[in-house]
């Protein structure tokens, strides 16, 4: 009578599903930051956009407090810049320089941390102002750039004239 020590058969499947357990690694996801989600958001919207210049991280709100559950949506709320870089650039994100007068935008809405899931549900709206001031410093400039060239002009039509009125000698 045959043991099951001695059954061919039994150490192959024992081997089989030895080797299957070291080649099969278990399915877990990971769970991302609060600032890898929204970091992975910046890449989406980017790519979504239709916008010539990619956008970047600029501020990154209050950070995410409460339930750990990275399946349930969490609020979000970031500022993003306008960069230098166009669209189609192949470097880093994060080697892009920002655009000076570039685009500033407010972000809100909710994301999912785990990362096998890209959900995320963001708006974002153009934060007027910025650019509005941007748009003031340069007439500013302007302007202090126009005014330096006609007080340069006016000093110089006083020299003139002090010149003249100095006494001539009579000879």
């Known amino acids: 009578m045959e043991t099951q020590r001695d059954s061919p058969s039994l150490e192959r499947w024992s081997l089989l599903l030895l080797l299957l357990g070291l080649v099969i690694t278990p399915a877990t996801s990971r769970t991302l930051s609060y600032r890898e989600a929204v970091l992975h958001v910046v890449d989406s919207l980017n790519q979504r956009s239709s916008e010539a210049n990619l956008y970047r991280l600029l501020q990154l709100d209050s950070q995410l407090q409460g ?35 570039g685009l500033v935008k407010h972000c809100d809405g909710t994301v999912i941390l785990d990362s096998d899931r890209d959900y995320f549900d963001i708006s974002c709206d153009e934060i007027m102002g910025v650019k509005r001031f941007g748009q003031l410093r340069n007439l500013i400039r302007r302007g202090r750039q126009k005014i330096g060239r006609k007080i340069q002009r006016i000093g110089r039509q006083i020299k003139n004239i002090l010149k003249n009125l100095r006494p001539r000698q009579v000879s």
């Open 67 to 101: 339930d750990e559950n990275p399946n349930i949506p969490k609020p979000v709320s970031f500022t993003v810049k306008e960069t230098v870089c166009p669209k189609t650039t192949q470097q880093p994100l994060e080697q892009c320089d920002f655009k000076d007068n």
